[in-house]
């Protein structure tokens, strides 16, 4: 495959999120490459749709078939008043709209090889079989890589071939794995440090540097590997290459590789699968007949596919399946044809939904971005997908109910049927958060007309505003729209997509929380029929979920990272809860590491994060709080911590380096320079020095500990004028002036700088392992030293209307030069240690705390999620009909599970849910009648009721004092308890109860619910 090397620059900017997951190299290859999308209705426009986002170089569209109302089903880019303009036409100038960088253009001549070989990818849907044939034999040869995909109903196909030597440059997508060596044996056993698993796979490739004793092992071509255990692997003959000392490091590397794939001819006799549930591996055989007698069907209709609930029509599908079945003996291999699957398949062909439309428009444009970048690996090579479980029980679906009525939902009509699709027209739902996932979920429920019926709703709300990082995944979004409200965009554009939804939606700016429960009240929960997570964050997710059980309403929940993306249904009595289960605790890094001993360049980069806030947002806040708080300095003196520390920031601040010009700003930034690369590593060496050797009689500065080298300043390396630069820039922030960039400002006051001389000192105590007492003051208001500091300071009155101005990292703005800062810091620590560093782009992923995202696993995720929501409105009561889903589009993977069933409480002779049940009473009793009802009703003696963080009562307390609760109603003892009355309004409060069984024996019991009239 050939790609154009014309386009170079990445608007990092837009496309940042993105870069994390494809990476510089890959960008730059997808937007040099051309792409040709044929057929525009809702499964092309899709895939088109995230290949724009994605950034290729030209997309081209061809379809001159004229719009339909129906089309509306599942194209957003189309209109009413498109009705009869080709669909490409009318779609390419709302497409051009996503992304500036992107060109689009329609093509209107024959699909020949002379067209053909302008593309380095092609795609077809809604085409025959026999002119995907046709237009692979040109790509086969030419070694273009081509992809076919449809969707009929709730059925879905792909299909690939990247010709027969396609080159990917990254299988995975995993950060390479990087480690320390402890052991390198005469036959090539490597071993690593302890208790640090080395992440490798056999036939990964290593390289290695800095081992001491082998210097033909250091820096040579990379090595392949043979895994042994998780600590060790082998790496081949090692002859020659020297003897193991101490030391290293090694470094997986990615090495390009090369595969090859079948034309569509040859497939078609002999398909290869990515199964899609493992649930279903009989199905990809039975669908590969199924949607080629589809197409035997329609070539006998004059294109036409099978009429929704047809029995004639399914059964000539049938027919034309058996007879493909006897041809080709092999594709079911043995197994006989599912003649009720193949109906089914009929039955929907002339479908199209919302959901499998995101769901297959994100695959297979995942598959655009492999083929035009090289990253990541491509399905081989067929690739079919259902959700059937998706179809309604509980509504019936007939020729009648299923046929068109002329409206804009025709194609969802033909699949679910009249009745069904009212109730979704019907639904009160409530969306919670409109970014990347909420625009595709309100994009999807427009199309579905969710809400848009005479009793219907949809409730969004969002607190965030549109950023240009944004407009990358987030379509609903254009430029212009940046600084605005999330969610007042987001419905507007729905709105315009289908006018139905107009005035049916909400669109509201409140964090959903505890702070806003009066505007999400009670009465607003109860009045919903589902809820919808579109959220960044774990809190806030699951604060959401505590009250869709509270309130016993479902919960659709989602998630991605990258290519990886996770959907989960929760749904009232059936399943368990978004919070039954949490991911691990993230490992923090020791300290002592951080401040003395990285070996990382994820330590030097939160190392520099830190020391962002002691420069620049620690020592402002500090002195306005001096400044404005009258007993401060008493106050932090009376502390325990750092109490010289905080007040010789003070003074520094305050006093003795308090910049009146930009000139003293650079000079400040050379002097910490100084300070922090070069004294503070001398002081480090002094304590330690290189051959400085533990009681054990092993070397210090071995394993972990990377034996550190001082810098001296030079002011045409571009890293440490870069420090400076930002140092000096963020330093004049704080005292509110006017900075510079220009290098040259910077070089002619560095050369007058004076940059006192160093002696290390030997009463410096520096922690070398984590539990290791840190020195710190410990004086107190009495002590002379810290006394002396305080009375120095000016006093706050003397400083009048004075205040500096902290920095609030955002890293985001490229200007403002906090991740420049960072970024520089980072490195010159990593140069102090040796480390490889980080360009701008990771450290803002690492310091920023970066979500990877790219809109090809948002759509699919988003796709399945609604394909939940089917079941959901359809009030499905197995707990088998759902499914929770984990998808990684870079190896692809696909699984899907059952939901896990929640946890049983059980208590004397009874069994209930431990997250749903619960004890309810109508009536605000004494907690005597709360007492004596338990120990009748549920043979539960009470030991302690609590409501909140408060406890109200406890079977241990004093005997007065229990009596004295007894006679209170529930109501007075909350205001008894907690000093504040219950609030105007509230229908219904919560108690946590302990009780010991009819055994005398502690038991888990459901939570109590006052219902308030």
Known sequence: MQVDEENTEIDESLYSRQLYVLGAEAMKRMNNSNVLLVGLKGLGVEIAKNVALAGVKSLTLYDPAPTKLEDLSSQFFLAESDIGTPRAAATAPRLAELNRYVKIGVHDGPLDEAAI???????????SIETQVQINEITHKHNIAFIVADVRGLFAMAFNDFGTDFTIIDANGNEPATGIVSDVDESGNVTVLEDTRHGLEDGDYVTFREIDGMPGLNDAEPRKVTVIDPYAFNIGSVAGLGTYVRGGLYQQVKVPFQISMESLMTQLQKPEYLYSDFAKLERPPQLHIGFQALQGFANKHEGQLPKPMDEADANEVVHIARTLAAQMPGVLDGAELDEKLIKELAYEARGDLPPMVATMGGIVAQEVLKATSGKFS???????????????????RTAENTAPVGSRYDNQIAVLGKEFHDKIRNMKEFLVGSGAIGCEMLKNWALMGLGSGPEGKITVTDNDTIEKSNLNRQFLFRPADVGKQKSDVAAKAVEAMNPDMAGHIDAKQDKVGQDTENVFDDDFWMSLDAVTNALDNVEARQYVDRRCVFFKKSLLESGTLGTKGNTQVVYPMLTESYSSSQDPPETGIPLCTLRSFPNRIEHTIAWAKSLFQDYFVLPAENVNQYLSQPDYVESTLKMSGDKKGILESLQAYLVTEKPLTFDECIAWARLEFEKKYHNEIEQLLYNFPKDEVTSSGTLFWSGPKRPPTPLSFDVENPTHLEFIIAGANLHAFNYGLKGSSDPEVFKKVLENVIVPEFSPKSNVKIQVEENEPVEGSSGNFEDDELKHLAESLPTPSSLAGYR??????????????????????????????????????????????????????????????????????DGKNKIEAYKNGFVNLALPFFGFSEPITPPKIKYNDKVVDGIWDRFEIDRDMTLQELLDYFEKEEGLTITMVSHGVSMLYASFAPPKKRAQKLPLKLTKLIEDVTSKPVPEGTKTLLFVLCAEDLEGEDVDVPYLLLRLK
């Open 378 to 396: 491509p399905i081989r090579q067929y690739f079919y997908f259902d959700s059937l479980e998706s179809l309604p029980e509980n509504y019936a």
């Open 117 to 127: 070989t302008q593309y380095q990818c092609v795609v077809l849907t809604e085409t």
């Open 804 to 873: 500096l101005v902290p920095v609030e990292f955002e890293k985001d703005d490229d200007t403002n030069y906090h991740i420049d800062f960072i970024t520089a810091a980072s490195n010159l620590r990593a140069m102090n240690y040796a480390i490889e560093p980080a360009d701008r782009l990771k450290t803002k992923l690492i310091a920023g705390r970066i979500i990877p995202a790219i809109a090809t696993t948002t759509g699919l995720v988003t796709g399945l999620v609604n394909l939940e929501l089917y079941k959901v409105a």
